[in-house]
């Protein structure tokens, strides 16, 4: 700290450590700790507020607990936010170790801006593309019937639709991290696996992913947490067979007028996703730290 | 071999004999890590063929050739421990894990490093990191060991005793060493034969003192030691020995191969086969700029009549009677100890 004063002098760096507070102050603690406050009221008109029936109480996660239909589509989401960051993995771990370690490097900045051009435009026109993309008389199906694969139009809105635009939203919260750390892998690691007889898959098993842990930790922390807040993809690419939480936290606010049992859900969906992560770090071994860099 | 249109290795063709200490020995960019690459397998020759044990390796990669690389980083896993990188190869192999185990302990004694398998790469010197890397290739049992500057990221002090344990470690266990040098005194003092390479050409291949003393182009001469060069046209050549037409006039030396009248020579004279003094054979003059003493020797800078340098060699027994600085004075060499080259 006396070194920050000495770098900034006294003036400008208490005006840094001010806005740094005023930025925790309003931006993370104050939501969160109203989010709390909801959560634990029970929903009452505005004439009843800070009277005898205006008590804390965890009513309204209760309610959660006991409504059946919510309750399955919240583990539904938990479970199906962690394949949507398997299969994000699954996509990017090829593609990242071909960028770092075996395209020439001229391919490789062709390729990373090829696929962060898309990334300039807005979440939910990307999903409006894929939206098209994937509509019953839209141009896959037209494809994949022309080519005689299927004879009737899939309806792909739905668990499909989701998982396809939740993959591609967050691919480069996967690619990145895990690109980052296998480029920082020395060539000739690989080579001397390779010359001591090793078959591709166990180079990768016991040379690459392990060196690459902690970005692969980070992409999967990172498309999990992500996908287990996304509306726009369940909202424009699911059907009503493949409901999302948080389009069940919205409905609350919104339409069900109910701030306080939206509240409570919403912090139930926070507090399973940080157990999530820190269980994912505590397996891989890597510290939150690792994952902050 | 090409690469795109850069012919990075051509006119190569030597045989190592097995259980051999061979060198390649060159500057930087001369090509001879690709030439250990391809006979590695990571690279394929656009031309031409390598055979091991007389087996074309043609089409095999790495994996499948009976050769084990050490690279010049040492390349060794830093996730895993010691014994696990040396017995790497073996679980590649699908060896059992308590087999593995018990030969990696194996081969970390017959590099002096008992104990040491549960530490981690990070935790050894470089040296140890050094012999760890050649117990991990070794674990393989291949019949070629391809060493790339494995000692070159090293200390002087260090270097050197690792020099000998190399040699020694290869007499012992009989591998077929091919090592890549750009330190000619490594090249030397450690191998039974030394390839030299000078931009992508084999110059020539030999034993370090057949090397030193008869060099077979211009580049070895100049490379592998200090040498005098001293130009001018061939007067004769008969008996083994030429005579050539210099500035300092008619000197004699071995005549190399290639050699005819009239046409353009150097004549290579070692350092140390000039004495201070006219008596004995032939005399060049020089003045002497200034004397390094190096510890066994000292070594005299000066300039010929013709403006080129000259290098004298003088053992420090005899420095009470070296040439007085800023004079001229009287070198001679005898015909057998200098070789004539014919200019490239």
Not at chain 2, 278 to 290: W, Y
């Amino acid at each position: 700290m006396s070194e920050f004063y000495g770098r900034f002098g006294t003036g400008l760096g208490t005006l840094f450590a001010a806005l740094v507070a005023v930025w925790l102050a309003g931006m993370v603690l104050a939501p969160n700790i109203m989010m709390v406050d909801y959560a634990l009221r029970p929903n009452l008109p505005p004439a009843d507020l800070g009277g005898p029936r205006d008590v804390y109480s965890l009513d309204n996660i209760l309610y959660l607990a006991n409504e059946s239909v919510h309750r399955s589509i919240f583990f539904k989401t938990v479970w199906a936010s962690a394949l949507v960051a398997f299969l994000t993995l699954v996509v990017c771990y090829p593609l990242a170790y071909w960028l770092a370690q075996t395209a020439a490097p001229n391919r490789t900045a062709v390729v990373l801006l090829a696929l962060t051009i898309p990334f300039w435009i807005n979440e939910v026109l990307r999903t409006l593309a894929w939206y098209i993309l994937l509509a019953f008389r839209g141009p896959l199906n037209a494809l994949l019937l022309s080519l005689g694969i299927i004879d009737e139009p899939v309806r792909w809105y739905g668990n499909a639709g989701v998982l396809a635009g939740m993959v591609y939203a967050y691919i480069l919260f996967m690619l990145f991290p895990i690109y980052s750390a296998i480029e920082s892998l020395e060539k000739s690691q690989i080579e001397a696996a390779r010359d001591l007889g090793a078959s591709v898959w166990r180079t990768h098993w016991r040379v690459v992913i392990p060196h690459a842990k902690a970005g692969i930790a980070t992409g999967c922390v990172f498309t999990f947490m992500l996908a287990a807040g996304s509306y726009v993809a369940p909202a424009l690419l699911g059907a009503p067979g493949s409901r999302w939480f948080t389009e069940i936290i919205y409905n609350w606010f919104f339409e069900g007028g109910d701030w306080n049992r939206g509240a409570a859900y919403a912090l139930v969906l926070l507090v399973l996703c940080m157990a999530v992560v820190l269980a994912t770090l505590r397996i891989a071994r890597v510290n939150l730290t690792d994952v902050a860099k | 071999m090409r690469f795109g249109r850069t012919q990075a290795v051509h006119e190569v063709s030597f045989t190592v004999e097995a259980g051999e200490f061979f060198s390649i020995l060159g500057p930087s960019g001369c090509g001879k890590t690709t030439i250990l690459r391809m006979v590695a397998g990571f690279l394929q020759p656009t031309e031409g063929k390598i055979l091991i044990g007389g087996r074309d390796m043609r089409g095999l990669g790495p994996d499948q050739r009976p050769t084990a690389m050490i690279f010049q980083s040492l390349a060794l896993f830093p996730l895993m421990p010691v014994w696990e990188n040396i017995a790497f190869g073996l679980e590649a192999r699908g060896v059992e894990k308590s087999v593995r185990r018990a030969r990696a302990e194996e081969l970390l004694r017959l590099v002096a490093l008992e104990g040491f398998g549960e530490r981690m790469p990070g935790e050894l010197s470089g040296g140890q990191r050094q012999r760890v890397a050649i117990a991990r290739a070794l674990a393989v049992e291949p019949q070629v060991l391809l060493l790339d500057e494995p000692l070159s990221a090293l200390d002087l002090k260090l270097r050197q005793h690792l020099r000998s344990e190399l040699r020694e470690l290869q007499k012992r266990t009989g591998v077929t060493f091919i090592y890549i040098t750009h330190d000619q005194s490594e090249a030397l003092a450690m191998s039974d034969r030394v390839a030299v390479m000078s931009a992508g050409i084999l110059q020539q291949v030999g034993a370090p003192r057949e090397l030193y003393d008869n060099p077979a182009t211009p580049f070895v001469a100049g490379f592998v030691g200090e040498t005098n060069a001293i130009g001018g046209k061939v007067a004769s050549v008969e008996g083994g020995f030429a005579t050539l037409d210099s500035p300092h006039g008619p000197l004699r030396g071995r005549a190399s191969n290639g050699l005819s009248a009239g046409a353009p020579a150097k004549l290579y004279v070692r350092p140390e086969a000039l004495a201070y003094g006219a008596e004995g054979g032939h005399t060049i003059a020089a003045t002497i700029d200034r004397i390094d003493f190096e510890g066994a020797f000292a070594l005299a800078y000066g300039t010929l009549e013709d403006g080129n340098s000259l290098i004298v060699s003088i053992p420090n027994t005899k420095l009470g009677s070296a040439p007085p600085i800023g004079e001229r004075a009287s070198f001679s060499f005898r015909a057998e100890n200098a070789v004539v080259l014919a200019d490239v």
